[in-house]
């Protein structure tokens, strides 16, 4: 168990307090002045830069940070996490998703048995399984080959393969890879989802991976019954077993559902769902898409950070200084959000994953220890690629709030395109935008330079930028699996130190818990008030309210009605 003690009663903490004021007394403009400053902020690891010289930071702020690190025990507790230690106090579990990419020979214990063999014979059963499927040895009821894979799950089991595949369907190796076959994600259990993932495939050549640990989850195990009853009211009920797979440690439900348990794909305690996406979770799915051999690219660009991230001093440690990084503008500039921005439309949902990854993580309001938390801890996270966000919400990040910026760029494109004729290729105009927007946020544009351009007097202070507003500039130099893991682990372990220096549990999320409970009481009224046709009791005014007049605008539906499925 950690410290009672609050961070912000260390004095490396009421040191940074102080010290807001010398900061607030600079500006962007001067500090990038400082070329010796800028060449220390720039950090690289395995082909991955990172600039934080556009921090509102000095080297003095850097050197608080890290002995606030060291008042958090932050090595510690990075070597807690790595050795198996039950990190995760509330619910006594230990968080090694950095087993989930480790090397076949490497040795990390959970509960003193070593997890990464047990790893291993997952990712050879996803290997094997893949194989028979993507080869059409593994067919269908009917013997057609199974060319279409729906994968049912949501939050971490799907946020995070979601991004994973979006970021590779356009990566050359994987688009070789994935030809004459098709991924879906269903994660909604709104009607809608269902009818879109199934619009337009054949349950034949169909197969769906559902993706729930315990298989309790309702909205994954409602739309798991909704697509076993699409694939049986088609092939009939013994087709399940032939087009149905699993994800889950409870090996009995899965036999009861219909699915055979040996195909059943396991994964452990000591992953929590929303760093699951190299568990099973994801790379059952990705495997059936890509094969196995792109996948294990992906699984090696997440395990070399997982290795910078435990040994690397703290100054060229990239998710160590990213985490204090995001400590500094939250907790003491007082920033609380971040924008996600890639430049690189393949990287569209990583801001949605990380967003979960983040605030699910962070959004905490009490110690690990239970004691209230006196400081701004957790951030507001999303994103936009560029340069559609640059269209949509720039505005504000110019001219209005302060939200510190996190810019990706990819030196390679995955798609190059060049027309003969103009000035710079699609990527070139690409990246203009990526290396200006940092400066253009950095320094602002003054209302004597805006003068000295004829400006008009009346507009002056509508196109005055005041710059000074924080952002960091992280460079790929490609984005193939490899990249993609690299990226993924990055931010994974950067908010792992946030956690671990605010003191707060990242690791699990008892936020999500009280909504699912009073749906539960909703949906036994909705089930009693449809079936024996009693009213709405139980509930505030405004939920009786709302619940009677969606029961009274739904009336025509039969109190046991047909099983009806989406006609599109």
């Known amino acids: ?42 950090v690289e690891f395995d082909g991955m830069l990172l600039d934080y010289s556009r921090q509102r930071a000095t080297l003095d702020t850097m050197d608080k940070l890290y002995k606030l690190a060291e008042a958090a025990s932050l090595k510690q507790q990075i070597n807690r996490m790595y050795s198996g230690e039950h990190i995760n106090s509330t619910e006594n579990r230990s968080v090694l998703h950095v087993a989930l990419r480790a090397p076949r020979d490497a040795v990390i214990y959970s509960d003193g048995k070593n997890v990464v063999p047990d790893v291993w014979n997952v990712l050879d059963k996803i290997k094997g399984f893949s194989e028979k499927v993507r080869s059409g040895s593994w067919v269908g009821a009917t013997g057609k080959p199974l060319k279409d894979v729906i994968a049912i799950g949501i939050g971490g089991s799907f946020l995070g393969p979601l991004f994973v595949h979006t970021a590779l369907q356009t990566d050359p190796e994987a688009v070789e890879f994935a030809k004459g076959r098709q991924l879906r994600f269903l994660a909604n259990v709104d009607p809608i989802d269902v009818a879109r993932n199934i619009t337009g495939l054949n349950p034949e050549t169909t197969l769906v991976v559902v993706v729930s640990k315990t298989f309790t989850t309702a909205e994954t195990m409602l739309n798991a019954r909704t697509l076993r009853e699409w694939i049986s009211s088609a092939l009939g009920p013994s087709a399940v077993a032939k087009h149905m797979v699993a994800v889950s440690t409870n090996l009995t439900l899965v036999e009861k559902f219909g ?29 059936l898409q890509y094969g196995f051999p792109i996948v294990e690219k992906f699984l090696k660009g997440a395990s070399s950070i997982d290795q910078h991230f435990r040994s690397a001093s703290f100054e060229k440690n990239i998710p160590v200084l990213l985490g204090l990084l995001s400590v500094w503008n939250v907790s003491f500039l007082g920033y609380p959000a971040r924008a996600i921005l890639p430049y690189s439309q393949a990287l569209e949902k990583f801001a949605p994953h990380i967003q979960q990854v983040s605030m699910e993580s962070n959004g905490k309001g009490v110690s690990i220890d239970g004691v209230p938390l006196p400081y701004e801890a957790g951030e507001i996270d999303f994103g936009e690629p560029g340069t559609n966000g640059q269209h949509s919400f720039y505005q504000l990040i110019h001219q209005g709030r302060v939200i510190p910026c996190d810019f990706i760029g990819i030196v390679k494109s995955q798609q190059p395109v060049y027309l003969k004729g103009e000035v710079v290729s699609n990527h070139d105009e690409l990246m203009s935008n990526f290396f200006a927007q940092p400066d253009a946020l950095a320094y602002g544009k003054t209302a004597e330079q805006l003068l000295k351009e004829n400006v008009p007097q009346h507009l002056i202070p509508h196109k005055t930028f005041s710059g000074n507003r924080p952002s960091l500039s992280l460079l790929l130099p490609s984005l193939n699996a490899y990249n993609i893991g690299q990226l993924l682990a990055s931010y994974e372990h950067r908010i792992a130190v946030e956690g671990f220096v605010w003191g707060i549990n990242s690791f699990d999320q008892w936020g999500v818990e009280l909504g699912k409970s009073l749906a539960t009481q909703v949906r036994k009224q909705l089930h009693a008030s449809r079936t024996k046709g009693e009213p709405v009791e139980g509930f505030n005014f405004s939920t009786t309210t709302l619940l009677t007049r969606y029961l009274e605008a739904n009336s025509d539906i039969p109190a046991d009605p047909p099983t009806l499925l989406p006609q599109i």
């Open 1 to 42: 168990m950690a410290s009672t003690t609050l961070i912000c009663d260390t004095q490396p903490w009421k040191d940074l307090k102080a010290y807001v004021e010398d900061i607030n007394k600079t500006h962007l403009r001067d500090l990038m002045n400082d070329k010796e400053r800028c060449q220390s902020m720039m």
């Open 259 to 287: 699915i055979d348990p040996n195909n059943a794909f396991a994964f452990w305690d000591w992953v929590g769902g929303r760093y699951s996406v190299c568990s099973a979770v994801g790379m059952l799915p990705l495997s």
